[in-house]
């Protein structure tokens, strides 16, 4: 039998200094419950711009106003992938704005929430996050990983078996 030594009042520090401990199980990273990956266009104008709205259509997806992100409906509808303009972060232009000179995008964010469960429709999504984001990059740029460093096979792979 293991017996384990629980801290009372009388066992506390004496100075008022308290340190916070977080339960292991809880991830304190927000990208980290994420897959994230970034796509980076070599060239920023206006058929760009055309093209990546054209893909987006394509996808189905569909513009949060509230949010300011495209979301590509998941495999279930709690798990879609979102993209988001990468510079400036955050903010993507409604449709109507994507031919205007100012909504330029240079890049973007591509995010799906992780699995807790490895479900069938779980790897089907993951699969989805894979290829719309090289789709993406087949537009004229390059996928970056979520440490910005180019992604590779090894990425795709981690990303859809780990």
Do not use: C
């Not at 992604?151 to 795709?156: E, I, V």
């Amino acid at each position: 039998m293991v017996t384990k030594q629980v801290n009372t009042s009388s066992t506390l520090p004496k100075n008022d200094s308290v340190e916070e401990v977080l339960p292991e199980s809880e991830e304190t990273d927000d990208n980290s419950a994420n897959h994230v990956l970034f796509v980076m266009f070599d060239q920023a104008d206006l058929p760009l711009n055309k093209k990546l709205h054209t893909s987006l259509q394509n996808w189905d997806a569909h513009y949060d106003a509230a949010m300011q992100v495209y979301s590509v409906p998941g495999v279930t509808p709690q798990n879609p992938v979102l993209v988001t303009n990468a510079y400036p972060p955050g903010v993507m232009p409604p449709a109507d704005s994507f031919q205007q000179e100012e909504h330029l995008i240079s890049g973007v964010s591509v995010i799906l929430k992780k699995p807790r469960r490895r479900r069938g429709f779980d790897k089907v999504q993951l699969e989805k996050f894979v290829v719309f984001t090289q789709e993406l990059a087949a537009l004229g740029g390059s996928v970056l990983d979520a440490e910005r460093q180019v992604a590779t096979a090894k990425t795709f792979h981690a990303i859809r078996y780990q």
